[in-house]
DNA sequence: AAGTGGGTCAACCGCGGCCAT
DNA sequence: GATGGCCGCGGTTGACCCACT
């Protein structure tokens, strides 16, 4: 495990990639498409490992990287999206076409959790600070704080957790604050439902999305930022809705977790 | 001009999961 | 079922840039 096992066997380049590399890279990929990573660095006469070729291609040179500033409506987005699904930044840049989970990620460490507490929000739990923090005072022990503790822990098997209670645990909090008054499902059940179903489903969905050019659908209710940047649920939704990538919405194709999403494409082009 | 601190971003590291053998 | 190779993911690091003192 751990660092690649090629990496050990040759002399192999690290750190920031020179032009020449970059075009070696591109020719060859642009050629022949770059198949089997591990064999790309042999085939495009590069020192460097497959891995950093495909961290390299995917991160910075894929022709259809958007590149540039994130707009306020991709940052909304990415909130919204993170409120439901933890850290999983792929999934989050599936999403966002032309973004990588790289980029969003940065974004998210550098700009929008700052953003987040300025505006009184914790960007973990994506719940008022204030509330938070009279939570764990209440409880001892919230779930915030618990996971917190696990991501301060930073060990190894407490990051396989941390990741699955972190999405669960968010998920949960939004239906907690937004859905108990609003959903006709009960709240016990469906953030854990939509999540699987969305992580089970997304795939498909972002397969269609990619080949087609047009966003997949979730199955979410539809979740709102308000101006103040609180999520909001809108449950006069139609079922089979999709993410709307010009307004910041997510739309469901759920009403009732009986109800499998349907994925089939919108009839709006994607921007 | 030099030092410093904060922000950004590309790249690396370590791990889990998948698949072939 | 065990093992090893490979891919993809998320967390972390470190270089670079810029504003400020």
Redesign the pocket.
């Known amino acids: 495990?751990?660092?690649?096992?090629?990496?050990f066997k040759q002399k192999l380049?690290?750190?920031?990639?020179s032009p020449e590399e970059?075009e070696k890279l591109i020719n060859h990929i642009t050629k022949y498409g770059?198949?089997?990573?591990?064999?790309?660095p042999k085939l495009a006469g590069l020192q460097?490992?497959?891995?950093?070729c495909?961290?390299?291609w995917?991160?910075?040179l894929r022709p259809d990287l958007k590149?540039g500033?994130f707009s306020q409506q991709e940052e909304n987005l990415i909130i919204e999206l993170h409120a439901v699904?933890?850290?999983?930044?792929?999934?989050?840049?599936?999403q966002l076409p032309g973004r990588?989970?790289?980029?969003i990620?940065?974004?998210w460490?550098?700009?929008i959790k700052?953003k987040l507490k300025q505006k009184g929000i914790d960007p973990n739990t994506h719940k008022p600070l204030s509330n938070a923090e009279s939570e764990e005072k209440a409880s001892g022990e919230s779930k915030s704080n618990e996971l917190t503790n696990v991501?301060a822990e930073?060990s190894?098997?407490g990051?396989?957790i941390?990741?699955s209670k972190?999405a669960s645990v968010a998920t949960e909090n939004y239906f907690e604050n937004n859905c108990n008054n609003n959903m006709t499902t009960p709240p016990s059940t469906t953030h854990e439902f939509f999540l699987d179903r969305f992580v089970s489903s997304h795939e498909s969905s972002t397969a269609a999305c990619k080949t087609s050019n047009f966003p997949a659908y979730f199955p979410f209710q539809q979740l709102n930022y308000g101006s103040d940047a609180r999520l909001s649920v809108n449950t006069n939704t139609p079922n089979n809705l999709f993410l709307n990538p010009n307004t910041t919405t997510l739309f469901s194709s759920m009403s009732s977790p009986t109800i499998k999403p349907s994925i089939s494409l919108p009839q709006v082009p994607h921007q």
Do not use: F, P
């Open positions: 495990m751990g660092r690649h096992s090629c990496c380049r690290k750190g920031l990639w970059d770059h198949g089997c990573w591990s064999s790309v460097r490992c497959g891995k950093s495909r961290l390299r995917i991160n910075y590149r500033t699904l933890g850290n999983r930044w792929s999934q989050i840049a599936a990588t989970d790289n980029e990620k940065n974004l460490n550098s700009s700052k991501e930073n190894d098997k990051m396989a941390h990741k972190r």
